[in-house]
């Protein structure tokens, strides 16, 4: 089979689309031949060797695919070869074929094609696990989304609309703002000419928000912490990691908890519970429209390169999608 591998990191051109080993399914696990992979932020954190590959996991990019099973192991039950699915990946996605584990497995949405399918699986796991599972918002509360027209922004507007919650979203562009507003935004804010905290305590009449995604990191943690609602959770799963200073007595006098999470580290057995919640919480919600894949361009996989420096630039809303 064909696959993007990376031999050197550095930039996307280093990207090589070459014939390499198919896989095979170990017990428990899945062969899905691939129709299309999105591709992610963390995808261009590995091409440049800042993300580091857990050792049993494959070293080929991809986090996310859809596609039809065409092997399956031992000692799996509920899925057949021929079914259409869309999966998480412990990495793999950008080839013509991919083994993954069983638990980490979806139904491909009916209503969506497969481009549209492979969109969703990370942002799902990772907007889910984050929002709902960790920092339990609830309808009627106040969250606070920040990069609104990214993948996970995009996802997670929709997802806390969907559930009942009032919207807030930052956007760096007046285009961006405008389109924040489309993905179930209730107030948008442009974070290059407004501060964002302030914006929020203007927009919530002094509540703050309850729950807050960031994917800026350290630059934005004063701020978020500024923002936070009596109570309120920031959960953080991206961006700068370099040290910053947390004020503490802030955060305690607001009784407030900060959070700071990766999805690609988890056991195998936290995705496949992660996995599950998401099919019995979130695939309704798709099924019936009130959460829409928003997908930007469509590239074959031997244009991973094009992929990789479109996500690069800035100015994708939604994600960018390779086919096979």
Known sequence: MKAVVVRTPGTPDVLEWVTVEAPRP?????????????????DLLQRQGMYPVPADDSPLLGLECSGSISAVGVGVAGWAVGDEVCALLNGGGYAQSVSVPAGQVLPKPANLSFVQAASLPEAACTVYSNIAMLARLKP???????????????????????????????????????RSAEFGADVT????????????????????????????????????????AADGRLVMIGGDVSPTALDIGELMAKRGS???????????????????????????????????????????????????????????VGKVVLTV
């Open 258 to 316: 900060v959070a700071a999470t990766t999805l690609r580290s988890r056991s195998h057995r936290q995705k496949a519970e992660i996995v599950a919640a998401v099919r019995a919480n979130v695939w309704p919600m798709v099924a019936d429209g009130r959460i829409r894949p928003i997908v930007d361009t469509v590239l074959p996989m031997h244009d991973a390169a094009q992929a990789h420096q479109l996500l690069a630039d800035g100015k994708v």
């Open 26 to 42: 170990g017990p428990g696990e899945l062969v899905i031949d691939v129709r299309a992979t999105g591709v992610n932020k963390a």
């Open 140 to 178: 009627g509360e106040t969250f606070l989304v920040h990069g609104a027209t990214s993948g996970i922004g995009s996802f997670a507007s929709q997802w806390a609309k969907a559930l009942g919650a009032r919207v807030l979203a930052t956007a760096g562009t007046p285009h961006k703002v405008a």
């Open 189 to 228: 804010i442009n974070y290059r000419e407004e501060d964002f905290a302030t914006e929020v305590w203007k927009a919530t009449q002094g509540h703050g928000a309850d729950v807050i995604l960031d994917i800026v990191g350290g630059p934005y943690l004063a701020r978020n912490v500024r923002a936070l």
